[in-house]
T-cell receptor, first 115, second 114 residues
Framework: DQQVKQNSPSLSVQEGRISILNCDYTNSMFDYFLWYKKYPAEGPTFLIS?????DKNEDGRFTVFLNKSAKHLSLHIVPSQPGDSAVYFC??????????????FGTGTRLTVIP | NAGVTQTPKFQVLKTGQSMTLQCAQDMNHNSMYWYRQDPGMGLRLIYYSASEGTTDKGEVPNGYNVSRLNKREFSLRLESAAPSQTSVYFC?????????????FGPGTRLTVT
């Protein structure tokens, strides 16, 4: 059963406009959320994260918003650039007793930024 | 500093054959992970190793075994490959227990089982 869901498989945005990628989760025990970016034939690379004690985290053009009551987070990219075209994965985590920070991934959203 | 490296990059196996996927990291990370990515499924955790000497099952461990050879290396073995194991396999590592949630990924191994 998918605990982290990205319901939009794809998104197209004009260069310079805002990209909004959405993610929902079902497990209220998740305490950390991350966004990863993936180019073809490469591994995912970390983009930005947010702890469950915050509702917003910003890093340059990237901002992640967390709404715990709705179990929803979103990634905003402003302004969008053609180099942002990639697959974006939302991931969530909580600590097991062994301490490994296992990540639960969504299915990804393919962002295309049109020049 | 190469980060996380995986070998091979591509592999084709016949049903029933065995193989080992290799992963190494040079970042002195404690925890290492193996994921598989299938179309429309996102990444799913196969096995993980929280620290040297320990391994545990993830979400989809059936048909796989792992070995944490030392702190740097974490291998994934398919004893008898099946077509359902056709996938892209990613190895990842993370710095330390309880501190960082961020994982660093290798470039992946694309495996086809015919």
């Amino acid at each position: 059963d998918q605990q982290v869901k990205q319901n939009s498989p794809s998104l197209s945005v004009q260069e310079g406009r805002i990209s909004i990628l959405n993610c929902d989760y079902t497990n209220s025990m998740f305490d950390y959320f991350l966004w990863y970016k993936k180019y073809p034939a490469e591994g995912p690379t970390f983009l930005i994260s947010i702890s469950s004690i915050k509702d917003k985290n910003e890093d340059g053009r990237f901002t992640v918003f967390l709404n715990k009551s709705a179990k929803h987070l979103s990634l905003h990219i402003v302004p969008s650039q053609p180099g942002d075209s990639a697959v974006y994965f939302c991931a969530a985590s909580f600590l097991y007793q062994t301490g490994a920070n296992n990540l639960f991934f969504g299915t990804g959203t393919r962002l295309t930024v049109i020049p | 500093n190469a980060g996380v490296t995986q070998t091979p990059k591509f592999q084709v196996l016949k049903t029933g054959q065995s193989m080992t996927l290799q992963c190494a990291q040079d970042m002195n990370h404690n925890s290492m992970y193996w994921y598989r990515q299938d179309p429309g499924m996102g990444l799913r955790l196969i096995y993980y190793s929280a620290s040297e000497g320990t391994t545990d099952k993830g979400e989809v461990p059936n048909g796989y075994n792992v070995s944490r050879l030392n702190k740097r290396e974490f291998s994934l073995r398919l004893e008898s490959a099946a077509p359902s194991q056709t996938s892209v396999y990613f190895c990842a590592s993370s710095p330390a227990e309880y501190i960082s949630y961020e994982q660093y990924f290798g470039p992946g191994t694309r495996l086809t089982v015919t």
